[in-house]
């Protein structure tokens, strides 16, 4: 059974920072793309950013500057440093990785519980 642990979420006051982690365990064979996304209260959830196998990153324009997403394949995990906080950022935030067990014919998608960010003074 593959499961997705998000880490790091919390109380934060605007401007300050958190950095998110999601560790990926169970029978994983292989992982391509990684990413965070996130859903407040009363909206649809959104992508935060995405980072393929190779590196390549990708932010929604909001985050651009603030958020810097990063990987760690061998460890399976996926990371995400928000600085500058807002309180429009104030969600929860979802991980994904797509990846294939071992023994499986596919790549699918996977999804973390979600850890709350707040942000506020």
């Known amino acids: 059974q593959v499961q997705l642990v998000e880490s790091g979420g919390g109380l934060v006051q605007p401007g300050g920072s958190l950095r998110l982690s999601c560790a990926a365990s169970?029978?994983?064979?292989?992982?391509?793309?990684m990413g965070w996304y996130r859903q407040a209260p009363g909206k649809q959830r959104e992508l935060v950013a995405t980072?393929?196998?190779?590196?390549?990153?990708n932010y929604a324009d909001s985050m651009k500057g603030r958020f810097t997403i990063s990987r760690d394949t061998a460890k399976k995990v996926v990371y995400l440093q928000m600085n500058s906080l807002k309180p429009e950022d104030a969600a929860v935030y979802y991980c994904?990785?797509?990846?294939?067990?071992?023994?499986?014919?596919?790549?699918?998608?996977?999804w973390g519980q979600g850890t709350q960010v707040t942000v506020s003074s």
């Open positions: 980072v393929s196998s190779g590196g390549t990153t």
């Open positions: 169970g029978s994983i064979f292989s992982i391509s793309a």
């Open positions: 994904n990785m797509r990846l294939r067990e071992n023994g499986g014919t596919r790549f699918d998608d996977y």
